[in-house]
Nanobody
Framework: QVQLVESGGGLVQAGGSLRLSCAAS????????MGWYRQAPGKQRELVAR???????NYADSVKGRFTISRDNAKNTVYLQMNSLKPEDTAVYYC???????????????WGQGTQVTVSS
């Protein structure tokens, strides 16, 4: 069984910073991509940032230049550094891994439980 555990959310004033972490437990053998999504009340879940196995990254336009995704393969952890936070960044942030517990075969989506980020104005 693979579990993703997020941490680092909280309440911060506009202009502040937070760093989210997502640690995976379980026997993951291959990773295709790791990412962060967010969902604000009444809105659909959206991609915030993603990093693939070759290190390529992509970001939502709304966070470019402010957020940075990174990973530590040895720790099976992905991070999201969020700077210059705005009230519109307020949402529940979810970690997502596209990975496999097998040497060959299909990829699976794994999700964390979510962590609340609230930015006050």
């Amino acid at each position: 069984q693979v579990q993703l555990v997020e941490s680092g959310g909280g309440l911060v004033q506009a202009g502040g910073s937070l760093r989210l972490s997502c640690a995976a437990s379980g026997s993951i053998l291959r990773i295709h991509a790791m990412g962060w999504y967010r969902q604000a009340p009444g809105k659909q879940r959206e991609l915030v940032a993603r990093i693939t196995s070759d290190g390529s990254t992509n970001y939502a336009d709304s966070v470019k230049g402010r957020f940075t995704i990174s990973r530590d393969n040895a720790k099976n952890t992905v991070y999201l550094q969020m700077n210059s936070l705005k009230p519109e960044d307020t949402a529940v942030y979810y970690c997502n891994w596209v990975a496999s517990r097998m040497v060959v075969g299909p990829w699976y989506d794994y999700w964390g439980q979510g962590t609340q980020v609230t930015v006050s104005s």
